[in-house]
């Protein structure tokens, strides 16, 4: 059983629409979570960034973090079809050098 | 800003022959990650370096080999090279006091 799990898609959503996605681990010493956005052929790009349980909101995008469930979600809120792409959460335990451990990556599709 | 600069950006190579990836990390980060990814799937940690040390090792194979220089930038020796080593090889830098990771564009690695 991989340590970060997430629906890897696809998942298809009209413009405009809220788009939730998730991700559970099972590594409780996991502290910092990231959500990166990956466009075809290119280098992750980072999108949210939180240490330990709570939200954290930029623009149209939400970061919720529950350490108890060990369960994270990132919201995005009037969807774009610029906003096609796939959503890779990742996590780590003590950030700075230490390892960071991806998801599958779910592939999101929004539809104009 | 600056970012974390790939080369090069695509490389084909022949079964058995060797291959080298560099990575120049954002100025004044100090750490470096290198990760594969290959078609469809999501980024495997292979190694990182901080402050030109070896800090962590993750599923990266024997064949392979990498070092990060005194200026910070690192380079990823692959010999050997065997068809399934064809993927996309991302180079990350972070800072020690945050977790962020920042990705470069990726160098395609083509082997035939």
């Known amino acids: 059983q991989k340590e970060v799990e997430q629906d890897p898609g696809p998942l298809s959503v009209p413009e405009g629409a809220i788009v939730s996605l998730n991700c559970t681990y099972s590594?409780?010493?996991?502290?910092?979570f990231m959500w990166y956005r990956q466009y075809s052929r290119k280098g992750p790009e980072l999108l949210m960034y939180t240490y330990s349980s709570g939200n954290k909101e930029d623009g149209r995008f939400t970061a919720q973090v529950d350490k108890s469930s060990k369960y994270i979600s990132l919201f995005i809120r009037d969807s774009q079809p610029s906003d096609s792409a796939t959503y890779l959460c990742?996590?780590?335990?003590?950030?700075?050098?230490?390892?960071?451990?991806f998801g599958t990556g779910t592939k999101l599709q929004v539809i104009p | 800003a600056a970012g974390v600069i790939q080369s090069p950006r695509h490389l084909i190579k022949e079964k058995r022959e060797t291959a080298t990836l560099k990575c120049y990390p954002i100025p004044r980060h100090d750490t470096v990650y290198w990760y594969q990814q290959g078609p469809g799937q999501d980024p495997q940690f292979l190694i990182s370096f901080y402050e030109k040390m070896q800090s962590d090792k993750g599923s990266i194979p024997d064949r392979f080999s990498a070092q990060q220089f005194s200026d910070y930038h690192s380079e990823l020796n692959m010999s050997s090279l065997e068809l399934g080593d064809s993927a996309l090889y991302f180079c990350?830098?972070?800072?020690?006091?945050?977790?962020?990771?920042?990705f470069g564009e990726g160098s395609r690695l083509t082997v035939l």
């Open positions: 990350a830098s972070s800072s020690p006091r945050g977790g962020e990771l920042f």
């Open positions: 990742a996590m780590s335990a003590s950030g700075g050098y230490q390892k960071v451990t």
């Open positions: 590594n409780s010493a996991f502290q910092y």
